[in-house]
């Protein structure tokens, strides 16, 4: 059986909370540059899995969890479109390009469909190229630009 057959793509239960949280501890606080605007915390995994359990999913394999899809669905006043945010995607690098992100992917992406979403968001740091390609893979497009600026309230005490 090839590694990637023995992969179970599945919705999260509480018992897997820890192992995401701490893969992602691996994944996103190594990435160079991260973000100061999304940081990956506890309490990233634990509200998201509240608000919309469906949409926090994990790649298992041999008892081990070796990837995660995590998101939420938003709603925006007076549109007709409701939005899939995918907000953290992670797969364990021993476990890269073997489709397994891809499987993910696919598996929230019919998720949120039947939730009623008519549009995909995701959004990654300019320097991710890894993650740009995979999301044009996936058919994302129009990449959009946005600078966040920080404030230093304490330079002026
Ligand atoms: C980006 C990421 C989710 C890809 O997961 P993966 O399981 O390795 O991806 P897959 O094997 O399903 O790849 C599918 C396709 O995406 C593209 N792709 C994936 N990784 C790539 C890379 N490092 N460089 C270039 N293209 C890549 C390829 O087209 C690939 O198809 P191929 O292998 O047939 O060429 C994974 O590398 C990761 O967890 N990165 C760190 C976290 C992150 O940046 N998450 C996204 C933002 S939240």
Redesign the pocket.
Same mark, same amino acid.
């Given at each position: 059986m090839s590694v990637f057959s023995a992969i179970d793509i599945r919705t999260a239960t509480i018992d897997d909370l820890s192992a995401i949280f701490h893969l992602g501890e691996k994944?996103f606080t190594s990435q160079a540059a991260a973000n100061l605007y999304r940081t990956w915390d506890e309490y990233e995994v634990t509200t998201l899995f509240n608000c919309n359990p469906e949409l926090l999913l994990v790649a298992e394999t041999e008892g081990k969890v070796v +990837?995660f899809a995590l998101g939420t669905t938003i709603e925006k006043a007076r549109s007709a479109w409701n939005y899939g945010h995918l907000l953290?995607? =992670?797969?364990d690098p021993e476990y890269?390009?073997? +489709?397994?992100?891809?499987s993910l992917f696919d598996r929230f992406r019919d998720e949120v469909a039947r939730q009623g979403v008519r549009m995909m968001l995701v959004d990654?740091q300019a320097d991710?190229?890894?993650?740009i390609?995979?999301f044009r =893979?996936k058919g994302f497009e129009n990449p959009t630009d946005h600078v966040y600026m920080t404030l230093n309230l304490e330079k002026d005490n």
């Open positions: 994944v +990837g953290w995607l =992670c797969i890269a390009r073997l +489709g397994i992100g891809s990654t991710n190229k890894p993650a390609d995979f =893979c």
